[in-house]
C-alpha cells in the first residue's frame, strides 16, 4: 500500500501519511484476527449443520450455506495478510480475496433478507420461486460477480487506483444495505397489519413469523452496518 499512496501525496505530508497507512494495517489486520478467531469457527459449523442435515433444510437454507462458504474462504485471508511480508507474491492474491468480502458477503445477505421479504410481503410469489433451482440461479449469479468483484479489487490494489477502490466498495455498501433497509421497513409494516378474518391463533403464527423475519434482517443489515463503515471512514479519510 506505501507504494500505491506515492503518487497521491505531497512530500510535506509524508509522515503524517506513513502514520495513517500503519494505523489501517493494525486496524485491518486486527478486524481480520477477530473474524478468523470467532467467525472460521461458526461458519465452519453452520456448514456442517446444513450440509449434514436433510434435502430440505439444505434446499431452505441454500443461501446460508453459500454466505457460509464465503465467509469460510474470507476469513482464511488473514493468512494471505501474514505470509505476505515474507512472500510478496501473495500480495496479488490477497487482493485477489477482497471481493468475497466486498461484494459476496453483501450479495449473499441481500438475498437471505430479500427471500425474507418475499416470504412475508409477497408469499405467493415466495412459494412460486421456492424451488432449490432458483435459489442455484440466483447464488450462481452472484458467484459470477464476486468473481468478477475480485478480478476488480485485484486490478485496482495492483495498479494501486486506490480511489476507484474506495468508490467502487463505498457504492456496493451503500445498494447492499439499501436494499437491506427496505425489507425490514416493508416487513415492519407487515408486521403491524392483521389480515382480516382471521383467528387469533392464526394471526399469532403469522406475527410470530413476521417477526422472525424482522429480526434476520435487523440483525443482517445491523451486522453489515457495523462490519463495512469502519473500513469505508477510514479509506475516505485516508484518500
Known amino acids: 500500500m506505501n507504494n500505491c499512496t506515492d ?16 494505523l489501517l494495517k493494525i486496524l485491518d489486520l486486527c478486524l481480520h484476527s477477530f ?10 459449523y453452520v456448514t456442517w449443520l446444513i450440509i449434514t442435515g436433510t434435502g430440505s ?4 437454507e441454500f443461501f446460508i450455506l453459500n454466505l457460509s462458504v464465503c465467509e469460510l474462504a474470507n476469513t482464511l485471508n488473514i493468512f494471505l495478510h501474514v505470509l505476505d511480508r515474507w512472500f510478496s507474491i501473495l500480495k496479488a492474491l490477497k ?3 477482497l471481493g468475497l468480502g466486498i461484494t459476496g458477503h453483501p450479495l449473499f445477505q441481500c438475498l437471505m433478507c430479500v427471500e425474507r421479504y418475499l416470504a412475508v410481503v409477497h408469499p405467493v410469489t415466495f ?6 433451482r432458483y435459489r442455484v440461479i440466483c447464488c450462481t449469479v452472484v458467484w459470477i460477480f464476486t468473481l468478477g ?12 487506483n486506490l480511489y476507484i477502490y474506495v468508490c467502487c466498495f463505498s457504492l456496493q455498501f451503500l445498494l447492499s444495505f439499501s436494499i437491506q433497509l427496505f425489507c425490514l421497513v416493508a416487513v415492519l409494516r407487515a408486521l403491524k397489519k392483521s389480515g382480516p378474518g382471521e383467528r387469533a391463533r392464526e394471526r399469532e403464527e403469522k406475527n410470530h413469523m413476521k417477526r422472525r423475519a424482522f429480526y434476520l434482517i435487523l440483525i ?6 457495523i462490519t463495512y463503515v469502519p473500513y469505508i471512514v477510514s479509506g475516505l479519510y485516508f484518500i
Open 220 to 225: 443482517t443489515s445491523a451486522s453489515m452496518f
Open 7 to 22: 503518487n497521491f501525496i505531497p512530500e510535506s505530508s509524508t509522515f503524517s501519511t506513513t502514520q495513517h497507512i500503519g
Open 95 to 97: 487482493y485477489f480475496f
Open 149 to 160: 468483484s475480485c478480478l476488480c479489487c485485484w486490478f485496482t490494489m495492483v495498479s494501486c
Open 127 to 132: 412459494l412460486k420461486y421456492k424451488p432449490l
Open 35 to 44: 473474524n478468523f478467531l470467532f467467525g472460521f469457527p461458526t461458519h465452519f
Open 57 to 60: 433444510g439444505v434446499a431452505s
